[in-house]
């Protein structure tokens, strides 16, 4: 049984294998989470994440218990090991997601059963790197030789975080493009240097030589004064028509607010709804990897 805390916690090759699971279920159907009680425990609002986790548990087998911190025993003072040390009582598997950075890594260090990271803080958001990942995956059979520009709020967005520690291990090229104030964290910087082939506050230059643009929304809700982006960094058909001279694909963790123009959701250009399908295979992989059942 293994916890999934960081991307950090994973090897280039347990990467691969996670892309090869994930494809399999593509295809395939099987029963590999029977009489496994898989829990979600959401601290923060989610969509994607938490029903994505949801629809793979229950594909395999698996059942769901569904904590709502609105209705536990939080609201009557508990603390959070103890609503911790519960959760390791009644499941097999917590898929925790929390506003505080280390809040994953806290829970896992009080847990016996294995616990995924589902998105701490500005922290890590690793799940969400291995189905984007596996995105990329599934349209060019591996994982090296492109480049991909990461775009918008650098500094403040998590899964841009836990794919900067995916990209440093693979052959990749990466171009970061930022308003002023939202670039990416230094440290972060530093570990793909070796990667890394421009860095602009300009999303017409970013996306010139880009294959893939990792587009991601501005986090008002880790600093409530942030601005909105202005019109430079809307994604727009004409934007990428001018601009970009390879056939780009867009990606986004979603939610996206409004910096890609809905014109472009049916184009070719677009790849943030298949992310969004690609995560119930991929999560199907992390939760058979993480429970040993694979
Ligand atoms: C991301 C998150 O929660 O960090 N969303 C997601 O999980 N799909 C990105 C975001 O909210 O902007």
């Known amino acids: 049984m293994k916890s999934l805390i960081s991307i950090n916690d994973l090897s280039k090759d347990d990467i691969i294998r996670l892309c090869n699971r994930a494809f399999?279920?593509?295809?395939?159907?099987?029963?590999?989470?029977?009489?496994?009680?898989?829990?979600?425990?959401?601290?923060?609002?989610?969509?994607r994440t938490k029903f994505s986790f949801e629809s793979a548990a229950l594909r395999l087998g698996g059942n769901i218990l569904n904590f709502s911190s609105d209705h536990s025993s939080l609201q009557k003072g508990e603390s959070f090991n103890d609503t911790i040390r519960m959760a390791n009582i009644y499941s097999d598997i917590l898929i925790i997601r929390h506003p505080e950075e280390g809040?994953?890594?806290?829970?896992?260090?009080?847990s016996d059963i294995p616990v995924i990271n589902a998105g701490d803080g500005k922290n890590e958001h690793p799940s969400q790197t291995l189905l984007d990942?596996?995105?990329?995956?599934?349209?060019?059979q591996n994982l090296d030789n492109y480049t991909i520009c990461l775009a918008g709020d650098l500094k403040h967005n998590r899964a841009i975080h836990s794919l900067i520690y995916a990209l440093k291990l693979f052959n990749v090229s990466v171009i970061l493009a930022a308003p002023p104030g939202l670039e990416l964290p230094l440290d972060l910087e530093h570990l793909?240097?070796?990667?890394?082939?421009?860095?602009?506050?300009?999303?017409?230059?970013?996306?010139?030589?880009?294959?893939?643009?990792?587009?991601t929304r501005v986090q008002k809700e880790r600093d409530e004064n942030l601005p909105d982006y202005?019109?430079?960094?809307?994604?727009?058909?004409?934007?990428?028509?001018?601009?970009a001279f390879k056939d780009i694909k867009i990606m986004h963790p979603l939610p996206r607010v409004n910096e890609i123009s809905t014109e472009l959701?049916?184009?070719?250009?677009?790849?943030?709804?298949?992310?969004?399908k690609n995560g119930v295979f991929m999560r199907m992989a992390i939760l058979e990897y993480a429970l040993g059942v694979w």
Request: proline letters at 2%; a negative charge; charged letters at 20%.
């Open 24 to 47: 399999y279920h593509t295809a395939a159907h099987t029963q590999t989470l029977i009489n496994k009680i898989i829990m979600t425990m959401f601290f923060e609002p989610s969509t």
């Open 103 to 110: 809040a994953a890594f806290k829970a896992c260090d009080i």
């Open 133 to 140: 990942l596996f995105t990329i995956f599934r349209e060019r």
């Open 192 to 215: 793909i240097a070796h990667r890394l082939i421009l860095k602009t506050s300009s999303l017409e230059k970013a996306i010139q030589n880009a294959d893939y643009l990792y587009m």
């Open 230 to 243: 202005d019109n430079s960094w809307i994604i727009t058909p004409e934007l990428i028509k001018i601009h």
């Open 265 to 276: 959701d049916l184009s070719s250009h677009a790849l943030y709804f298949e992310q969004a």
